[in-house]
């Protein structure tokens, strides 16, 4: 074992040290005694114990430097992260916080209700319940509980079953969660919760409360209305078209999270949530609106027709009275229809108009002074032009008429007659008298997805003799039915163009007005007396012309018949599909109220005077009755 002696300290002084071997020299020398007794070191004792930490100075002083520098990189890491986090991403941060923390929600409130003319509730907001099933939790059998619960629910049933036999089978299929009914009412609810068996209360059954839009009138104004989508969105008539007028606006309220992890409003106020009394008021009157679609419906059923419309104007200040479109739907069942019904297609399709715009020519005509009502033209019965054949409707049976007045063209439907009178005055004044009543625009109504009426460009039809021939007699062109009760609408009023509309108003629950709807301006499209002549003209067509279907004893009506070629989607005309129509202004002295039916693709034989006449007749002697209207002084 080799010497060290850095253990000399721990030895006695007597002991005698044996020499290393390679340093003889200096350990001949005797170590001089301290005062202590002890023996103080030689130089080279000293070298020899010191010489290993002399040597392993450099390599600590290197671990020193290494640790302060991972600790100041690690310092300073620390405060990078942190102003990141403090100043950088601190708005992120504290957006996520609040997220986390506070939620802000709308109280539930119920849209406004819609009323019709009379205050009769068409659209409201009811509480329903959704009925689960748990049979896992029943404590009776199933047999008992579905005996017990049929009678009190409308369930559809398949060819062959029973009520109780289609609640087995949705028992059967799951332990829980099982929907067995919706939509039910507050009393059904409520018999359920109270239902026994047995003088037993019955487990497992689940009453969910929730809102729901209610139309008590079923389809009656479903074209008007629209419907209300689950989240409570309007998707069609005015529930889409006035949402911002149904829906009641209401604060937001702010929760925030508890120390328990509930959520705990903030600064909630007594009287937050208040409703108000208001309802949206229409000018449909569901009394007519009901006659309107027995007869538009029956009618159509007759001559198997393809779909229909109904509309009634007030004249004086486009107040619509009713609007019907079948086929149609029930908005509480909406999700069960075809997406086609929801669309009213008195606004939202244009067809060519046929002759029930000949009227509206003659008045196009009379205000240019191209013409008189006892202007004469020849009909020939049929004419050519530009390699197209023109000829009145009952050219087979009546040929050729011969010297007409412009009376009698109208009275008689003339086709060739028309592109007489309309012949008679320039092209280019012809087209810019079609553009100042509105073609190629809206009606405006307040009915939504209205498109605008087509007509052709300038240029086209004023170099095109065949394009203004065809106009004269209601083709060649598109307008909605909507825009045509409006032209005619012009013809009532003494000239003014006004605009159709079904919303009145926000009323309280004293009648009073809380906000009207803000009308048009009138624009004055003819003059009083054209209008006049015209109007005179058009009670021959209902006294002894096309329209007789039309006549009511005791009454002047004002009327025009149309039966109009439907046009080809690849061009040109079909050959056995036609669109049938009447527009009535009644009554003719004072008139007032404007009626018009088109009914499309009635079977074959039909025209307007067999099949629109007749339901316009319906609804005018309804409204005759509704409105009170006095018989005519007869001429």
Known sequence: MSYDPRFDRYRSPNFKRPKPPGDRAGWEKQAKPRANGSFARSPQQTAASWGRPVERLKPRKFRLWAVWAVLMLGGLGLAVNLFYLQVTRAPALRKQAEQQQTLKTKPFVPRRPIVDRAGNVLAIDRQVYTLYAHPKLFNHSKAEIAAKLAPMLAIELSPGTTSETELLRRFNLGESGITIADSLAQEVADRIAQMQIKDSPVDGLELLRHQQRFYPQQELAADILGYVDGERKGQAGVEYSQQNLLERSMPSIQFSRSSNGNWVPDRLTAGFVQLDDLKLQLTIDSRLQRVARVALKEKM?????????????????????????????????????????????????????????????????????????????????????????????????????????????????????????????????????????????????????????????????????????????????????????????????????????????????????????????????????????????????????????????????????????????????????????????????????????VIDEPKEGSSGGTVAAPIVESVMEALISIEKIAPSNKK
């Open 301 to 597: 059923k007759q001559y198997e027709a393809k779909r229909g419309t109904v509309i009634v104007m007030d004249a004086r200040n486009g107040e619509l009275l009713s609007v019907v479109a079948e086929p149609s739907y029930d908005p509480n069942q909406y999700f069960n229809f075809d997406l086609s019904r929801y669309k009213n297609w008195a606004v939202t399709d244009v067809y060519e108009p046929g002759s029930t715009f000949k009227a509206i020519n003659v008045a196009i005509a009379l205000e240019a002074g191209a013409v008189k009502p006892n202007s004469v033209f020849k009909d020939e019965g049929r004419i050519y032009m530009d390699g197209w054949t023109i000829q009145n409707s009952d050219y087979k049976l009546a040929g050729a008429r011969g010297p007409s007045t412009v009376t009698e063209i109208l009275k008689h439907s003339s086709n060739v007659g028309m592109v007489h009178v309309m012949r008679s005055m320039k092209a280019s004044l012809y087209y810019q008298a079609l553009e100042k009543l509105g073609l190629g625009q809206t009606a405006g109504t307040d009915l939504p997805f209205e498109v605008t009426s087509q007509l052709k460009n300038r240029e086209q039809f004023i170099n095109s003799p065949v394009e203004v021939a065809t106009t004269a007699f209601g083709q060649g062109f598109s307008i909605t039915p909507m825009q045509l009760v409006q032209l005619n609408g012009a013809l009532a009023n003494g000239g003014k163009l006004v605009t159709p509309h079904v919303v009145q108003g926000l009323f309280d629950r004293e009648g009073e007005a809380y906000w009207k709807l803000p009308r048009a301006a009138t624009k004055q499209i003819f003059s009083p007396e054209t209008t006049k002549q015209v109007l005179e003209m058009m009670e021959t067509v209902v006294d002894g012309g096309t329209g007789k279907a039309a006549q009511i004893p005791g009454y002047r009506i004002a009327g025009k018949t149309g039966t109009a070629q439907k046009a080809n989607s690849g061009g040109g005309y079909s050959k056995d599909a036609i669109i049938t129509s009447f527009v009535g202004i009644m009554p003719a002295e004072a008139p007032r109220y404007v009626v018009l039916a």
